[in-house]
């Protein structure tokens, strides 16, 4: 690694697995129906608030084989599922006319930052910790977060 590396958009496009491990907000907005719906088993009735619980929808076993871990082969071998909404098993923006209005020029600039730190710094987690036991549970709040701090060590690569 070195002033002679390139940051390339290949590096990010179609690597759909880094955005799904912990969606930006784990609840939509409240949105209010304008008429009568049926939704699997629940009638929706006309000015009712409803809320999507997008975090439950990325880890529903009827969606996703081993929801509670993850495996980032499966968006490798299912690289057609969109994370911008077209595709209702993964929302972390929202969808349809409801949708972050931002998200193109949010990825751009978080895959921008990111790739821009990636070329920078060489990365270690502190005190010996390896990935394979990094604990990545999360906590709660209007965001979902780590429950516990990531700790890693940058030094510069130039």
Not at 23 to 40: K, L, N, T, W
Not at 52 to 57: K, L, P, S, Y
Not at 79 to 92: A, C, E, R, T
Request: hydrophobic content about 40%; overall charge positive.
């Amino acid at each position: 690694m070195g002033n002679d590396r390139v940051i390339k958009a290949s590096y990010y496009h179609g690597k759909n697995y880094k955005k799904r491990l912990h969606p930006p907000v784990p609840f939509s907005g409240f949105r209010e129906s304008s008429g009568d719906a049926i939704i699997g088993e629940y009638n929706i009735t006309p000015r009712a608030l409803n809320i999507v619980n997008a975090w439950a929808i990325q880890r529903d076993p009827k969606l996703w084989d081993d929801p509670e871990n993850f495996h980032p082969e499966r968006f490798l071998n299912n690289s057609n599922v969109v994370f911008k909404g077209q595709h209702f098993q993964l929302i972390p923006f929202g969808a349809g006319r409801r949708g972050c209005p931002g998200v193109s020029l949010a990825i751009i600039t978080i895959e921008l930052a990111l790739a821009s730190l990636i070329y920078e710094f060489n990365w270690k987690l502190s005190n010996g910790v390896k990935g394979e036991t990094l604990d990545v549970e999360e906590t709660w709040g209007i965001t979902v977060g780590r429950k516990y701090p990531l700790i890693v060590i940058a030094t510069p690569t130039i």
